[in-house]
């Protein structure tokens, strides 16, 4: 049940058909755990919302079947660690199958309650506190964007991946002109000329009639021109290429709603007593009920989307920030300008062949975590706010065959039917190619 299966699950929920329900099994294992249809904690749901929480309850009946043998398994591990430690010496109290369960029950249920706090905290947020929104009509925390509008993401004349490159590129072009280095002018001309053309003939309808082949056209050829640079310590073309590479195999991408249900808002006021601040302790039995502070908490955009995603922790402030900080590389791709330094003189970090090769095998072995900060110069986000990965496509191809919907995800059995695997003309180009001496 990682980020990425619950994203996957998140953006399948948003294409689900208004007024649809879940499957029959996903509606069984919902009232298992006391969640039913249209009631409760359920009343007047939007239809996403129903799906997802299905999914959730999918996950938990799978643990709570699995759970009780990987808790006697655990068991019987730490007891051999305790009878090696004292030699014998130790008898360890009984524990079996039973106990095991009772244990995996106690998991659900705090499952449940960590469900429960998570939507009635979204009821909230998604009716934005004071102003009381109509629930019901609430859209997806995510929206999905068409060819044209990646394409413009991409390639269009304003904050675009292209322009973010080039503005990243240039400290390194005007280096070279300074040391009158007129190879690398050329190189750094004609480069400019070859994606103003690419960004021209992938952003105008008339040169496309098939968007999304254009659009992948266009990143391949932006991909191949950045690879055929030769990379400097502080330019490291070749990392920017792979990075395009990834935006080429990319199927779908989503950008955050950031408006009306999903903006950001501040609450009620929250008064804070002397007894609630002084609950124990020196002072607690002289603590009255006068109000000492008023609390008006504050909600970021797109809060609401980050709590679902974490629906299993609600004790965390801000979700948002811990979403934010483990969807790299599995979720979204980093921005390219992280392959540039600043300053010509700067060596990019982490650019190695040693940081490559972990970056690669981690790709390739566990393409569903994300991408450690060891094995490269990757940023938490792009600057397009893009959600899109090759990875998600696999797992949002995974769960919409109903691997998913069937399995609840957390299943890591290789000869799993229906389980996401990463396209392998992904892996191929990447490892294909040399990492530059």
């Known amino acids: 049940h990682r980020l990425v299966e619950r ?83 130790w008898k360890p109290p009984p524990f079996g199958l039973g106990d095991a369960e009772i244990e995996a029950m106690a998991v659900r249920e705090n499952r449940l309650q960590s469900m429960a706090i998570c939507l009635s905290r979204v009821r909230y947020m998604l009716g934005r506190g004071p102003e009381k929104l109509p629930f019901a009509s609430a859209p997806p925390p995510a929206r999905p964007l068409t060819a044209r509008e990646v394409a413009e993401k991409m390639f269009g004349p304003k904050d675009s991946m292209v322009q973010g490159l080039l503005q990243a590129m240039k400290p390194h072009a005007r280096s070279a002109k300074d040391a009158d280095d007129h190879s690398a002018e050329i190189r750094h001309a004609e480069f400019n000329a070859e994606v ?64 009306d249900h999903h903006g950001a808002f501040t609450a009620e ?49 801000d979700p948002l920030q811990w979403v934010n900080a483990n969807r ?6 980093p921005d390219v300008s992280c392959a540039y330094s600043p300053r010509p003189g700067v060596a990019v970090a982490k650019c190695g062949a040693r940081e490559r090769e972990a970056w690669l095998a981690r790709l390739a072995e566990h393409p569903e975590d994300s991408w450690p900060q060891h094995t490269g110069p990757w940023g938490p986000a792009n ?6 990965s ?48």
Request: charged letters at 30%; hydrophobic letters at 40%; one cysteine or more.
């Open 7 to 89: 994203q996957a699950a998140l953006l399948a929920a948003g294409d689900a058909a208004a007024g649809s329900i879940p499957t029959p099994d996903a509606v069984a294992a919902m009232e298992e755990v006391g969640l039913k249809l249209g009631r409760g904690l359920l009343r007047d749901v939007p239809t996403w919302l129903t799906h997802y929480v299905a999914h959730c309850a999918l996950y938990m009946k799978r643990e709570v079947a699995k759970l009780p043998r990987h808790i006697l398994d655990d068991h019987r591990k730490t007891v051999e660690k305790e009878l090696a430690k004292s030699r014998g010496g």
């Open 269 to 317: 006021e929250i008064p804070v007593r002397e007894n609630e601040v002084n609950s124990f302790g020196i002072g607690a039995e002289g603590a009255s009920e006068q109000i000492v502070k008023q609390v008006r908490p504050e909600y970021k955009a797109g809060t609401a989307g980050g709590a679902l995603l974490v629906w299993y922790k609600q004790e965390m402030s």
């Open 196 to 259: 103003e053309r690419i960004a021209r003939e992938a952003t105008d309808p008339k040169n496309c009639p098939d968007p999304e082949k254009s659009l992948k056209s266009g990143l391949i050829r932006l991909r191949d021109a950045l690879a055929s640079m030769p990379p400097t310590p502080s330019a490291r073309h070749d990392v920017a290429a792979e990075l395009v590479h990834l935006h080429a195999h990319t199927r779908r991408y989503w950008s955050v709603r950031r408006g």
């Open 383 to 388: 600057a397009q706010r893009l959600i899109g």
């Open 328 to 333: 790299r590389g599995c979720v979204i791709v």
């Open 390 to 437: 090759p990875v998600l496509d696999a797992f949002m191809a995974a769960h919409e065959a109903g691997w998913g919907a069937k399995f609840g995800g957390g299943r890591d059995e290789e000869d799993e039917p229906g389980r996401p695997r990463l396209d392998p003309d992904v892996l191929t180009w990447l490892l294909d190619r040399k990492h530059p001496e």
